[in-house]
């Protein structure tokens, strides 16, 4: 029964706390960090409601206190990816069938938990199981989250209000229904809003879900799914599950009822599932819907007239923040020769002052990279370099994995544009640079677009007008989200809608509307008041 049309305005975007010394939130982060650091978690996996312990465990260390355990999470197999999706498509009919305004107050009320009582531990679980300091914690796994949940209400609410027009005599309407059958969701490592997004945003529309996180991404993720269920959602809805990629991969894309994947992760992986979808249309009920963002080499150009110390604080916090283990991270720039030493000399004075080690010593700029195998591809590339004539490093390049998967911010110099790291993904913390003749810089935006395979952050830094409407339009294609004199990172849900092309992914605008009509089947109602009774039309008449 519907008993009014019930508003969701735009909301604001949730305030970032400072955690500055002797504020309240500061203190209570550290008290939730010992807490959990003083217990060792037993974590299940969420089939239909129901914590799932299948005995066979694996351990989580945080990466920067390898020798640390924070607990256990219980890994599944082909049998729990069967038991997930028929306990999603059992929560299917009345899931679907639930009013818009109770399916809309459990994600708000998600989002006030996690901005209250659960914002320590959504922080303290994403510090500790990622490694990411206090502010990175906070404007992931605190503030994006909540904004992806209060933001995609208000979306869909406006899209929920979209009507076709009616002619005399009738009426039109159009419904957006739910997809026919489950949604698998995948989600990364490097940002708990991605793990609690990809999931949320298509059961919101209705759609019920199999969702599996990366295994470094479990101990934020169990924590998000537990306020999830104190928010009220039903049993079913969303199946969180621990389980290895390839048998998920046989299970779901092999089921009649597979309606779409939401995929965050490498471009190889993504492909992969593409092609296997692909092989598989003729299983399926319908053409499922694949929604992925994937890698980036993204890029940060400064013109001859960008102010050094501009350029250099978008690298240091571009390429940095969070051991650049962002999709966004600024992973080559292109640096005039003109500024191009003062610009050296300031990013090896930055590096040489940031702090690098545990995430608990709140004045660490720099802490762990996610796991064993990140370190050693990291190193390898920096190890390659240091014996490389094409290249040379800056600062930095000391890797020490003995305590933790500690990597020092490294800046390699690449005196050939097509040097291995200016056009790989590296996933870490370094950077690359190119010194550009100042007067080339036509032909450095058509270097910088030729790169890579990738599209999907880039920056220009310049003072000149003409050169930043130069680069706005030669690089047009080169990047889903660009930023003016600004790093390629930071993209705030309901401000810079966040997603890339060509190897990047489908552009499906994670944050925006865009995103949510991805998960949507519309169907057009005609209703013919007084309907015709006989076939003639009037043409058919001579006289």
Known sequence: MSLGYFSYPMPVNEPVLNYAPGSAEKKRLKEVLAELKGQEADIPMYIGGKEIRTGNKAAIHPPHEIAHTLGYFHQGEEQHIKQAIDAALAAKESWAAMSWENRANIFLKAADLIATKYR??????????????????????????????????????????????????????????????????????????????????????????????????????????????????????????????????????????????????????????????????????????????????????????????????????????????????????????????????????????????????????????????????????????????????????????????????????????????????????????YVYDAEKYTETLDLVNNTSPYALTGSIIAQDRAAVEQATNQLRNAAGNFYINDKPTGAVVGQQPFGGARASGTNDKAGSILNLYRWLSARTIKETFNPPTDYHYPFLAEA
Request: aromatic share 12%.
């Open 120 to 433: 320590p531990y959504m922080n303290g679980t994403t510090m500790l199981g990622q490694s990411k300091n206090a502010y990175q914690a906070e404007i992931d796994s605190a503030c994006e989250i909540i904004d992806f949940l209060r933001f995609n209400v208000h979306f869909l609410s406006e899209i929920y209000k979209q009507q076709p027009i009616s002619g005399p005599g009738i009426h039109n309407r159009l419904e957006f229904r739910p997809l026919e059958g489950f949604v698998l969701a995948i989600t990364p490592f490097n940002f708990t809003a991605i793990g609690g997004n990809l999931p949320t945003s298509a059961a919101m529309c209705g759609n019920v879900v199999v969702w599996k996180p990366a295994n470094t991404q479990v101990y934020s993720a169990q924590m998000f799914m537990r306020i999830m269920q104190e928010a009220g959602l039903p049993d079913g809805v969303i199946n969180l599950i621990y389980v290895d990629g390839p048998t998920l991969g046989k299970v779901c894309f092999g089921h009649r009822d597979f309606a779409g994947v939401h995929f965050t992760g490498s471009t190889g992986v993504f492909n992969n599932m593409w092609e296997t979808i692909g092989k598989n249309m003729a299983s399926y009920r319908s053409y499922p819907r694949i929604v992925g963002e994937t890698g980036g080499k993204d890029f940060v150009v400064a013109h001859k007239s960008a102010l050094p110390d501009a350029v250099v604080t978008a690298l240091l916090r571009g390429a940095f923040e969070f051991q650049g283990q962002k999709c966004s991270a600024a992973s080559r720039a292109y640096i005039p020769s003109n500024i191009a030493a003062e610009v050296k000399q300031k990013l090896i004075d930055g590096v040489k002052s940031f702090k690098v080690g545990t995430v608990e010593n709140f004045t660490n700029f720099v802490n762990a990279v996610i796991d064993e195998k990140s370190f050693d591809k990291i190193k390898s590339y920096i190890d390659n370099a240091k014996a490389d004539k094409k290249a040379e490093i800056w600062v930095g390049g000391d890797c020490d994995k003995s305590k933790g998967y500690f990597i020092q911010p490294t800046v390699i110099e690449a005196k050939d544009p097509q040097y291995v790291t200016m056009c790989e993904e590296i996933f870490g913390p370094v950077l690359t640079v």
